[in-house]
C-alpha cells in the first residue's frame, strides 16, 4: 500500500558529499539528496508531501510556512528526517528550528474538521558529510559488533525518541548496554542503503509504527 511522504532536512547545510551528478563547481546540500529520492519514488504508489525544488518559499513570512508545512505533514503518514552534519543551528534553541519542530508536529495528533491525524511513523536517513563520512551521526563497534550512534549530536526531539522501546533486547558488552532489534521509534539508516531500497527501510518505520504503543514517545519540543 502506497504511503505519504514527508521530508524534513536543512536546506543550506553544505558538510554532505558531493553528489557525482554534480559538476565540480557545483555545491551540493540535502536539497540535492531529497532530489535523487524524489527521482526514486514509486510515484504510481507512493505520494511525496514535501516541498519539492524550485518551489520557493523564503519569500513567505514564518506563519505562512508554518501553515503550509502543517498542511502537508496532516496529509502525510511517513515523515523521513535527511540528517546532515550541520543541521543544526548553533545558538538556537530546539523550537526554533524546522526540523525538530516537523518532527514533533508529525508525532503528534492533531484534529481538524472532525478528523484526527495519527501520529507518523518516523526514519532517519544520514546523509554522508563532506568526506563520506557517517561517523558524525553512527558509527561501527568492532568489539561488540554494534553500531554506536551520537545522541549528542542530535536535535533533544529525535535523542528521545531513540532507545525508548518499553522493553528492549539487551545484553551487556565490555560494561555497555548493546541493544538489539527496532529499539528506537524514530529508525535510522545511512544513505548508501536507503537509496538502493527506499521501501524496505520506509516499511521498518511503518512497521515500527504499527507496533507504536511499545514505546515512550516524546511529542513535545525543549522550550
Not at 22 to 31: A, D, G, N
Not at 33 to 48: A, M, T
Not at 111 to 134: F, H, I, K
Request: aromatic share 14%; net charge negative.
Amino acid at each position: 500500500m502506497g504511503k505519504k511522504i514527508f521530508v524534513s532536512y536543512k536546506y543550506a547545510d553544505n558538510k554532505v558529499e558531493k553528489l557525482p551528478s554534480k559538476e565540480w563547481f557545483e555545491s551540493t546540500t540535502p536539497r540535492d539528496y531529497v532530489d535523487e529520492f524524489e527521482r526514486k519514488l514509486d510515484k504510481e504508489d507512493d505520494i511525496y508531501k514535501g516541498e519539492s525544488d524550485g518551489e520557493d518559499l523564503s519569500h513567505l513570512s514564518e506563519i505562512t510556512i508554518e501553515a503550509k508545512l502543517r498542511d502537508r505533514i496532516y496529509d502525510s503518514s511517513v515523515t523521513i528526517i535527511f540528517v546532515s552534519k550541520g543541521m543544526k543551528e548553533l545558538g538556537k534553541s530546539e523550537n526554533q528550528q524546522w526540523i525538530p519542530w516537523e518532527i514533533s508536529y508529525s508525532l503528534k495528533e492533531i484534529s481538524r474538521g472532525g478528523r484526527t491525524s495519527q501520529t507518523n511513523a518516523v526514519l532517519v536517513v544520514v546523509l554522508p558529510d563532506e568526506n563520506g563520512s557517517y561517523d558524525y551521526y553512527m558509527y561501527h563497534n568492532p568489539e561488540c559488533d554494534s553500531t554506536t550512534y551520537r545522541t549528542d549530536q542530535m536535535f533533544p526531539i529525535m535523542r528521545d525518541n531513540m532507545f525508548n522501546q518499553r522493553k528492549p533486547k539487551t545484553k551487556e558488552c565490555n560494561g555497555k548496554i548493546i541493544y538489539y532489534g527496532y529499539f528506537s521509534y524514530i529508525y535510522s539508516v545511512k544513505w548508501e542503503y536507503f537509496k538502493s531500497d527506499y521501501k524496505r527501510y520506509v516499511n521498518i518505520a511503518v512497521s515500527i509504527f504499527e507496533n507504536r504503543d511499545n514505546y515512550e514517545i516524546k511529542k513535545e519540543l525543549e522550550r
